[in-house]
């Protein structure tokens, strides 16, 4: 067979099937579907289209777009929750893939990943709700529209932005030089007056414990002004002991004072039981200084009483003591005491200048100066006797510490890294250019302390050459800082150039080198 018959005989098949009868019987015609509708639809023409109303196809339009978005939308969401696996075999896909992927390929996992995300839009929704449509809660009442925050200390204000510090945090800054164990425990107006101060009065700050609590009262009856007390007690002291002090507060007998004019600041020892330099009597002096509520202070030991009215001499000389304190100097008082205190039972103080003298000519008191003997030191006993106007010390030693009213924002606050030093209360503020001025007619009388002194002679020997060199590092702080200021032979540091020119001189040697 040729390749032409092969391609005839390949291609009658093909004509044969294309051959079909045109005319078809009924029961040669396919039946119609289940599914197809058995009716035929004319197909509409040109015209209908065309006739179709504006708002239906705007509405078929927005359907068919909402459809197509959500059948998007539920692909998406069932592609993430049921996620494709591969096509290939096991052992055809090569390496095994790490437990990350076969986590992130995980139903369960997928479906907690989208419930998180609904909680998480959920519940910032209903938190935006209520911030937008709750109500604004209602202020205390004690704080205006116009009412802003101040920082300050001031007791008698409403708010202090400084509340939100804890008092161990406060008191550890405010006494650096200072544990902050042994700070951390004060607690300031422990026990507050409830009489209005003047702001222009003279507060008498003093330092007190449960031993010395009689000689507080004592002070009260004789000062009828405000008064600054620190209280310490141990923290052994229960809450028996604490109450008889608030009795005792609130119930004084003789003129009921403390409980109008005084505070009382309570300091706790620390429970570890610290020796006494953890928190020395200058932090103490310091601390009942600081919560002065007047202008000017004069601190004074509990076992000293006033004599005279300071606050009248204050008063009738307000204009011109007010000078002075403002201007850094201070007014001293003298201190009087009786001769062999040891044996006698009982003491009759003096109120006068006079019946004082009496006394002294008498040989039955005299003047004090700690650290020098009686009727000695630079208060200058002759002068005062005959002295009726203010004059000033000429003699000053740096041991020298009087009972002195000064500035409570001027005067320099005492060196806490003494124990018990008064005089270094007084050292930084003289070098300064400040000066003594002695009342010539007022007085304090001092009677036996009824407490123990705590520091013992060891503490003391320390103490007294801490002094020493705490001296000459003042001589040379302020002199440096007057002559910084271009005052160094202004009068201002006339009492440096006197006291200090030694110290000055020698400073450095052996330290600096000799100029080339």
């Known amino acids: 067979m040729t390749k032409t018959e092969q391609h005839q005989d390949f291609q009658q098949p ?10 078809v019987t009924k029961t040669h015609q396919r039946k119609p579907s289940i599914t197809s509708a058995s009716t035929h639809h004319r197909i509409p023409d040109k015209s209908t289209q065309a006739s179709t109303s504006l708002a239906s196809l705007s509405s078929f339009t927005m359907s068919r777009s909402w459809q197509k978005y959500t059948s998007r939308l539920s692909l ?7 996620p494709s696996g591969p096509l290939l075999p096991h ?25 998180y995300a609904m909680f998480s839009v959920m519940l910032s929704f209903s938190q935006l709700w209520g911030w937008y449509f709750s109500s604004t809660p209602p202020l205390d009442p004690r704080f205006g529209v116009a009412w802003q925050p101040a920082r300050t200390y001031d007791s008698d204000q409403s708010y202090s932005v400084m509340d939100n510090m804890t008092t161990g945090l406060k008191m550890s800054k405010l006494f650096s030089k200072s544990h902050y164990d042994a700070v951390r425990m004060t607690e300031p107006y422990w026990l507050k007056g409830s009489e209005a101060i003047d702001p222009r009065d003279v507060t008498l700050t003093t330092a007190v414990t449960l031993d010395t609590w009689a000689e507080l009262e004592r002070i009260a009856e004789r000062w009828q002004g405000p008064i600054s007390a620190t209280l310490h007690i141990d923290h052994q002291v229960g809450r028996d002991q604490l109450q008889r002090i608030r009795d005792a507060y609130t119930t004084t007998s003789r003129v009921n004072n403390l409980k109008l004019r005084a505070d009382i600041h309570l300091v706790r020892s ?15 002096r310091n601390v009942a200084r600081l919560f002065a509520r007047t202008e000017f202070v004069c601190e004074m030991p509990s076992n000293l009483v006033p004599a005279t009215d300071l606050r009248r001499t204050f008063d009738a000389n307000r204009n011109i003591f007010e000078t002075l304190l403002r201007e850094g100097d201070m007014l001293v008082v003298p201190i009087f005491g009786f001769n062999h205190q040891d044996e006698r039972e009982a003491f009759t103080i003096p109120y006068h200048k006079e019946r004082l003298l009496e006394s002294i000519n008498k040989n039955e008191m005299g003047l004090v100066d700690p650290h020098w003997e009686i009727n000695q030191g630079p208060t200058d006993l002759d002068r005062w006797r005959e002295s009726t106007s203010l004059y000033a010390v000429e003699h000053y030693h740096y041991d020298y510490e009087p009972i002195v009213i000064a500035s409570k924002t001027v005067q320099p606050w005492c060196a806490e890294r ?10 930084s503020n003289y070098l300064a250019g400040g000066e003594f001025w002695v009342l010539p007619d007022d007085f304090v009388v001092q009677l036996p302390a009824s407490g123990e002194s705590q520091l013992s002679d060891f503490e003391r020997v320390i103490e007294n050459r801490v002094y020493a060199k705490f001296y000459w590092e003042q001589c040379v702080h302020h002199a440096r800082q007057l002559d910084a200021l271009g005052l160094w032979k202004n009068a201002r540091s006339e009492h440096v150039r006197k006291q ?5 001189q020698n400073w450095g040697k052996g330290l600096i080198g000799k100029p080339e």
């Open 270 to 284: 620390a429970e570890s039981n610290p020796p006494t330099v953890l928190l020395s009597r200058n932090v103490e």
């Open 76 to 82: 998406q969401l069932d592609a993430f929750l049921n």
């Open 500 to 504: 200090c020119s030694r110290v000055i």
């Open 418 to 427: 003494f124990l018990d030093r008064r005089s270094a209360c007084l050292l």
């Open 14 to 23: 093909q004509q044969r099937q294309h051959k079909r009868s045109p005319l």
């Open 91 to 115: 052992e055809q896909q090569g390496a095994s893939k790490s437990w990350v992927a076969k986590l992130t390929r995980s139903r369960l996992a997928r479906l907690l990943l989208l419930f």
